[in-house]
């Protein structure tokens, strides 16, 4: 799962560079905003794959096949209809949206709130292959999703379609890749295996904690590409996208360590096991890559600028070290945050709200030029692992205690 995840990353980061060079420093920057945005705004959807895979892997261990494929099928006929009512709300909003963004067109935003609609239930089929542990599947459904994002946007911008293009591409690929993955999981409707029912009860407070945490996840890890379109002019905001998508290198590609370890520690929960071990075997791995790429980000920047975007982004490259600093300390926070959601652990909230809000704030008072909102990332990033590692910590030694 590590090394396909890796391959899906690598795609990702092909399309992206591509785009990039493609659309120009100015292009790009309506390109990474909208993403970003959307990004934001799909806080749901992003739940919707978190809730699956721990309920998919419970009812894995209970040997309820046929109730996994119950539950797919709901989850589908639910967040269909939340998909197209979040599509409505965003296209409602696209003249604000284009007037926060200063964007001149509609219909990029047009094709992005389609790109949010499609996302909520394309999480669902991901969900269920990760949490029947069915990595195979799933990794032939991530990558062939990113090879056909790279070759359909690249396709579409150079017949002139720009921003439109790209966008739209991430819609389509996202669809195609959804249906696929339905004959992967069809085969459970089909099992004699169980009939263990999940409380309800139990399912919406997860939701709900899931919900919370992903939307303050997504929030503190792209609203500074947000509103550096916002208060900066375009060429600027372009340069400081560039630099955005070389430093979350680290935020991505370690991303699959989360994807593995969460339905094993819901598992492990299940059956009252300790999972921390697991936990801090992840992170261990986690900073050891991040570091070697961080090395990398600081000795070589002009040259992995040169080499990814052109000599157009070359201002990019004083930002990228330390845009990688906080980006390792949010790759950090993104294994802590699957782990403590494993454990259904209510302290996340609290962490979450404070350290959003604080980014928020700062980012609205303070951003007198791009070195100030990357220095204010890395205050957040590690201000939010301190909180949350010390919360662990804290309840390690009083259950430790308590025995």
Not at 37 to 42: C, E, K, V, Y
Not at 91 to 104: E, H, S, V
Not at 312 to 319: D, E, K, P, T, V
Not at 376 to 401: D, E, G, Q, T
């Amino acid at each position: 799962m590590f090394s396909s995840t890796m391959v899906v990353n690598v795609i990702n980061y092909i399309y992206n560079l591509l785009v990039g060079r493609l659309l120009g420093p100015s292009d790009y920057g309506v390109f990474v905003s909208l993403l970003s945005l959307t990004m934001i705004f799909s806080g749901i959807s992003g739940t919707v794959q978190v809730v699956v895979t721990r309920y998919a892997a419970i009812l894995k261990y209970e040997n309820s096949q046929r109730t996994i494929f119950r539950y797919f099928i709901k989850a589908i006929q639910i967040f269909s209809t939340v998909g197209v009512f979040v599509f409505v709300l965003f296209f409602a909003l696209t003249p604000y949206i284009k007037k926060f963004l200063n964007i001149d067109v509609s219909a990029p935003v047009y094709i992005a709130g389609i790109l949010l609609g499609v996302s909520f239930i394309a999480p669902i089929a991901r969900g269920t292959l990760q949490g029947i542990q069915d990595y195979r599947a799933l990794s032939v459904n991530m990558i062939l999703d990113s090879f056909l994002r790279l070759v359909i946007g690249v396709s579409f911008i150079l017949l002139g379609f720009k921003v439109s293009g790209a966008i739209s591409s991430q819609a389509i690929s996202t669809a195609i890749t959804f249906l696929i993955s339905i004959f992967f999981i069809i085969k459970l409707r089909s099992s004699d295996e169980g009939t263990y029912r999940i409380p309800r009860g139990s399912i919406y407070k997860y939701t709900f904690l899931t919900l919370y945490t992903m939307s303050c996840f997504l929030l503190l890890t792209n609203l500074d590409v947000v509103l550096v379109k916002h208060f900066f002019e375009p060429h600027t905001a372009g340069i400081y996208a560039s630099a955005a998508t070389i430093g979350k290198i680290i935020l991505y590609f370690p991303g699959a360590m989360a994807i593995v370890i969460f339905p094993k520690t819901s598992e492990l929960q299940t059956l009252s096991k300790k999972s921390t071990k697991i936990f801090v075997k992840a992170l261990i791995i986690v900073f050891v890559l991040c570091l070697f790429i961080n090395v990398i980000y600081f000795v070589a920047p002009n040259l992995l600028v040169r080499i990814m975007f052109g000599e157009i982004f070359m201002n990019s490259a004083s930002y990228i070290g330390y845009y990688g600093i906080a980006m390792t300390f949010y790759s950090l926070l993104n294994i802590t945050v699957f782990f403590l959601l494993s454990l259904n652990f209510y302290s996340l909230i609290p962490v979450l709200t404070i350290t959003s809000l604080l980014e928020l704030i700062l980012l609205n008072y303070y951003h007198k030029n791009l070195l100030e909102v990357v220095y204010i990332l890395i205050l957040v990033s590690l201000s939010s692992l301190v909180a949350l590692i010390l919360i662990i910590v804290f309840n390690l030694l009083k259950n430790a205690k308590n025995k």
